[in-house]
């Protein structure tokens, strides 16, 4: 059975610095992985997502990684914003394009 | 072009009700998967919906059915409502048919609450 782990669950930083964010899951057999975003009460805004051939993906400020291997994924956030204030969730993709979450990660950016 | 959207917003039943919840996917999506997620943690996903068949299935109970129709809107019905189904009802869609991506988007949710 997969799982997924995101270490940390909340994270508070000052605005400006660049943080890192950290996805493991169990089962390297995956289709791809994506990071979504979550603001409280909402729904999910997808951020990356990685191809399981692909090694990372960038965005913007956002760039995620991807190693199988490992089981392991990083979402990196360069010069962070108060707007970047939000759960993080990352999820794996396996048959048929069922999502499996990890519990996220609580990110806070202080100004 | 709309994104997934969902109905109602906010919802309050009393325990041993029943519930039926809606979806409308993206324009041009065929498949709708729906995730329960309980408060502090990442979503669970309950089932998924292709073609109107369940396509397959999380570790839910039977009292979760749904359902999908010729447009590809979708519902989820909850049965004999616990205290325990609360949470935020999230519905996703994508494209599977005419080799579309894995890329799922979300709608807002249905924010459930069983007293």
């Known amino acids: 059975k997969q799982e997924v782990t995101q270490i940390p669950a909340a994270l508070s930083v000052p605005e400006g610095e660049n943080l890192v964010l950290n996805c493991s899951f169990t089962?390297?057999?995956?289709?791809?992985l994506q990071w979504f975003r979550q603001d409280p009460g909402k729904g999910l805004t997808s951020l990356l997502l990685?191809?399981?051939?692909?090694r990372e993906q960038t965005s913007g400020r956002l760039n995620a990684s991807l190693d199988k291997s490992s089981g392991r994924s990083t979402l990196y956030i360069a010069a962070s914003q108060p707007g970047d204030s939000a759960t993080y969730l990352c999820?794996?993709?396996?048959?048929?394009?069922?999502?499996?979450f990890g519990q996220g990660t609580r990110l806070t950016i202080n100004p | 072009d709309a994104g997934v959207t969902q109905s109602p917003t906010h919802l309050i039943k009393t325990r041993g009700q029943q519930v039926t919840l809606r979806c409308s996917p993206k324009?041009?999506?065929?498949?709708v998967s729906w995730y329960q997620q309980a408060l502090g943690q990442g979503p669970q996903f309950i089932f998924q919906?292709?073609?109107?068949?369940?396509?397959q299935r999380g570790n839910f109970p039977d009292r979760f059915s749904g359902h999908q129709f010729p447009n590809y809107s979708s519902e989820l019905n909850v049965n004999a409502l616990l205290l325990g189904d609360s949470a935020l009802y999230l519905c996703?869609?994508?494209?599977?048919?005419?080799?579309?991506?894995?890329?799922?988007?979300f709608g807002p949710g249905t924010r459930l609450t069983v007293l």
């Open positions: 996703a869609s994508s494209l599977v048919g005419r080799g579309g991506t894995d890329t799922q988007y």
């Open positions: 089962d390297s057999a995956i289709y791809n």
């Open positions: 990685i191809q399981s051939s692909q």
């Open positions: 999820a794996v993709i396996q048959g048929a394009q069922k999502l499996v």
């Open positions: 324009s041009g999506h065929d498949t």
């Open positions: 919906y292709y073609e109107e068949e369940e396509r």
